[in-house]
């Protein structure tokens, strides 16, 4: 299989789950014209990103763009690397009903408490960071929090954080930075930071919220 096959594949593949795909660049032209060669010859090294409307971009040539990493995709050998999102209601009540007074989505919740403690109440992080959204004791106090390691306290105490970065920043992918990060970094390099965990930890969140979206009604 060569590599315009192998870009078919992904996208069929990825139709097959229900993912929302875009491509960008010569690798739309690859799905839209087989058996073509394109500018330049063979199709190069395929990336991906996942924005923060859970829509997938592909592309065979990123052009500097960071937000696209590397996919495994010659012969399909693998499927494309993703992050498995946790599956649990345990907590769906209570996120819904918190979400739901600070207007923020239940599934990002959701995806965050997912992210942060794998929905593990009484988690502590090396940093001292507590309970199901990770409070540090200094955020969970200026936001009321008396103890963290009560769920209903710190999904209210995270919810409301998490809604100020979001009005802070106008959007999904720079409030998680910053939720992960902290609003310093995120001013400091007018965007998401470039460091490795907090990227990595805004694309696993946002893969998170796509597979949460079903388990709240609208």
Known sequence: MDRLDSIRELARRAIARGEILAFAGLALAALLAPGEALA????????????????????NRPRGDRRFKPVEVFGMARPIPKYKAPK??????????????????PALVKAVIAAESAFNSRAVSVKGAQGLMQLMPATAASLGVRDAFVPEENVAGGTAYLREMIDRYG?????????????????????????????????RVLTYYRHYHGDFPR
Request: no cysteine.
């Open 171 to 203: 959007d999904i992918s720079r409030a998680l930075a910053a939720y992960n990060a902290g609003p310093t970094a995120v001013d400091r390099y007018g965007g998401i930071p470039p460091y490795r965990e907090t990227r990595a930890y805004v694309e």
């Open 40 to 59: 330049g010859g063979r199709v190069g090294g395929i990336y991906k990103y996942v924005d923060e409307r859970g829509v997938t971009h592909f592309t």
């Open 88 to 105: 649990t209601t345990r907590y769906d009540p209570l996120i819904h009903a918190t979400a739901a007074r600070t207007g923020v989505p």
